[in-house]
């Protein structure tokens, strides 16, 4: 794909599994964008400089021509808005609402207590050993894709990838958690429509390249 040339910058850490669904949609669209690296077990998000690009000191940010945005669904809906090709929501409403429905499952309910500062307030406030903290995560993954198996598997419009057979904004958010699933040792394989999807993703260079070992700053 033909890179296009355009004032992106994006802040994001390799690890983050929010930077990893935008780092996927840039890909897609084939925006080149200058990384702006911000190592989060360092604190750097807690910086002044940092906190001046976004207040609630998270990753990812994208700036856009001098324009900031924070939370990574918004920043994908904003590119997908102005880099329209190719899509990453279909075009009829209630098509666009089960995209919406998956990604939401995943990013508000899932991703938000299995995240660095949910796992060191558990261990630092409540002085959770790390394996308490990792049951802690695999249980609310674990309920998270039961149900979004439910979502996909056997349904007529689920295709190679969530929706389709090209890939939309449920995917971009899906397999950045498969990604943190198979980082806490869980057995991807005991949900098949998931699985199947994840294989479809990395067959293409966009998902390859936005994983995190594929980043300049991972460890």
Same mark, same amino acid.
């Given at each position: 794909?033909?890179?296009?040339?355009?004032?992106?910058?994006?802040?994001?850490?390799?690890?983050?599994?929010?930077?990893?669904?935008?780092?996927?949609?840039?890909?897609?669209?084939?925006?080149?964008?200058?990384?702006?690296?911000?190592?989060?077990?360092?604190?750097?998000?807690?910086?002044?400089?940092?906190?001046?690009?976004?207040?609630?000191?998270?990753?990812?940010?994208?700036?856009?021509?001098?324009?900031?945005?924070?939370?990574?669904?918004?920043?994908?809906?904003?590119?997908?808005?102005?880099?329209?090709?190719?899509?990453?929501?279909?075009?009829?409403?209630?098509?666009?609402?089960?995209?919406? &429905?998956?990604?939401? =499952?995943?990013? #508000?309910? @899932?991703?938000? +207590?299995? /995240?660095? *500062?949910?796992?060191?307030?558990?261990?630092?406030?409540?002085?959770?050993?790390?394996?308490?903290?990792?049951?802690?995560?695999?249980?609310?993954?674990?309920?998270?894709?039961?149900?979004?198996?439910?979502?996909?598997?056997?349904?007529?419009?689920?295709?190679?990838?969530?929706?389709?057979? &090209?890939?939309?904004? =449920?995917?971009? #958010?899906? @397999?950045?958690? +498969?990604? /943190?699933? *198979?980082?806490?040792?869980?057995?991807?394989?005991?949900?098949?429509?998931?699985?199947?999807?994840?294989?479809?993703?990395?067959?293409?260079?966009?998902?390859?390249?936005?994983?995190?070992?594929?980043?300049?700053?991972?460890?």
């Amino acid at each position: 794909m033909r890179e296009l040339e355009v004032s992106v910058t994006l802040y994001t850490y390799f690890r983050s599994s929010a930077a990893f669904r935008v780092r996927i949609a840039l890909e897609l669209k084939g925006l080149k964008h200058q990384d702006v690296y911000v190592h989060l077990r360092k604190n750097e998000q807690m910086s002044q400089a940092f906190r001046q690009v976004n207040p609630q000191g998270f990753v990812p940010s994208l700036v856009h021509d001098g324009q900031a945005i924070s939370q990574s669904l918004a920043i994908i809906e904003y590119l997908d808005e102005v880099f329209p090709d190719p899509p990453l929501l279909p075009n009829d409403p209630l098509s666009r609402a089960r995209v919406r &429905q998956i990604a939401y =499952a995943i990013a #508000c309910d @899932i991703h938000p +207590i299995n /995240n660095l *500062r949910v796992r060191r307030f558990l261990m630092q406030e409540y002085k959770r050993s790390e394996a308490d903290v990792d049951d802690f995560m695999r249980h609310w993954i674990e309920q998270g894709f039961d149900a979004i198996e439910k979502m996909i598997g056997g349904h007529p419009q689920t295709g190679r990838f969530c929706h389709g057979d &090209q890939p939309t904004v =449920a995917d971009l #958010c899906l @397999i950045p958690q +498969i990604a /943190n699933a *198979r980082a806490a040792n869980m057995d991807i394989d005991r949900w098949p429509a998931l699985s199947a999807i994840e294989r479809s993703a990395y067959e293409m260079p966009a998902f390859v390249a936005a994983q995190p070992k594929s980043q300049a700053d991972a460890e």
